[in-house]
């Protein structure tokens, strides 16, 4: 076994595909940690490495797919979350 699988147990084959491919990208990924599951850890590693619009593979479909595009289909949720969202304003006085 080597030290990858290790490092990091993962609970898909996608989530080890997005391990393998952010350390293909030279990306740093935290190690493993009772406070961030691995969803957070890949979550961090897309944003700080600035991956985020980078082709990662294919899809099922064959289109290509970019690290935040996958993010969303395997967890359902965005990669940055709060994209997107309108921040309160101050109310004036």
Same mark, same amino acid.
């Given at each position: 076994m080597n030290q990858a699988a290790l490092d990091f147990p993962v609970t898909t084959q996608a989530e080890s595909y997005i391990v393998k491919r952010l350390r293909d990208h030279g990306a740093f990924i935290y190690p493993v940690s009772d406070a961030f599951p691995l969803k957070e850890r890949?979550?961090?590693?897309?944003?700080?490495? !600035?991956?985020?619009?980078?082709?990662? &593979? %294919?899809?099922? &479909? &064959? !289109?290509? /797919?970019?690290?935040?595009?996958?993010? /969303? %289909?395997?967890? &359902? /949720?965005?990669? /940055?979350?709060t994209k997107g969202k309108k921040r309160a304003q101050p109310q004036p006085a």
């Open positions: 890949i979550r961090r590693s897309i944003l700080d490495s !600035k991956l985020d619009c980078i082709v990662i &593979g %294919r899809n099922l &479909g &064959g !289109k290509v /797919e970019t690290y935040a595009q996958l993010f /969303e %289909r395997l967890y &359902g /949720e965005p990669l /940055e979350p």
